[in-house]
């Protein structure tokens, strides 16, 4: 079955404590991305990576750090969270072509809360 | 700011009815806009896209009107029904970036 799985699905951490929080899709898709949802915000773009060793900021890259060594896995690290970063995280991948990413296709979500 | 405006916030429409989701942009060099669909609990599905070569695009109950010199697009749910009750957004992008409107929650009343 096609998809994006993201780990942990749900995560209560304190400020400054380190995190990681995985995405890996099984679909060869070269475009993978981050992206936090917040209430009256919607989707904010994170980072983004086009292929293996290629990333790029989004809307909103404070704080966060990515990295993408193989093509199926782009995990998104916060290297001091803080309370802000309490969100709903999503992962998403897509075919890229040199016109850009088109059809994403988004990962369960990961419930973040930074206390 | 915000790159891609949304509204209304929230929608109550009737079965049977016409649910209408309107956004506006003002990046000329978008040229992908997607409405994604999700539901409480789940990441957002696409549901429906469009590129700015065409004014209308129609899947199903689902139709894309696209007005290019407006700056605006809009999604239309045709005969609504209860399991469209769900969260609609809006999106635009100029290749890799991806710029989200904030949402509309969608209820249909049986």
């Known amino acids: 079955e096609a998809q994006v799985t993201q780990n942990p699905r749900y995560l209560i951490t304190v400020t400054g404590k380190k995190l990681t929080v995985t995405c890996s899709q099984n679909?060869?898709?070269?475009?993978m991305s981050w992206y936090r949802q917040d209430p009256g915000l919607g989707l904010r773009q994170i980072y983004y990576?086009?292929?293996?060793?290629?990333?790029d900021k989004g809307d909103v890259p404070e704080g966060y750090k990515v990295s993408r060594k193989e093509k199926r896995n782009f995990p998104l690290i916060l290297e001091s969270p803080s309370p802000n970063q309490t969100s709903l995280y999503f992962c998403a991948s897509s075919l890229w072509t040199s016109g850009g990413a088109y059809e994403q296709y988004f990962g369960p979500g990961t419930r973040l809360t930074v206390t | 700011q915000q790159q891609v405006k949304q509204s209304p916030q929230s929608l109550i429409v009737q079965k049977g009815g016409i649910s209408i989701i309107n956004c506006a942009y003002e990046?000329?060099?978008?040229?992908?806009f997607p409405w994604y669909q999700q539901f409480p609990g789940k990441g957002p599905a696409l549901l429906i896209a469009i590129r700015p070569d065409v004014s209308e695009k129609k899947e199903g109950r689902f139709t894309i009107s696209f007005n290019k010199s407006a700056k605006q697009f809009s999604l239309h749910i045709m005969d609504s029904q209860p399991g469209d009750s769900a969260t609609y957004f809006c999106a635009a992008s100029g290749g890799n970036q991806f710029y989200f409107g904030t949402g509309t929650s969608l209820t249909v009343i049986p």
């Open positions: 990576s086009m292929n293996v060793e290629v990333t």
């Open positions: 679909m060869n898709h070269e475009y």
């Open positions: 990046n000329t060099a978008f040229d992908y």
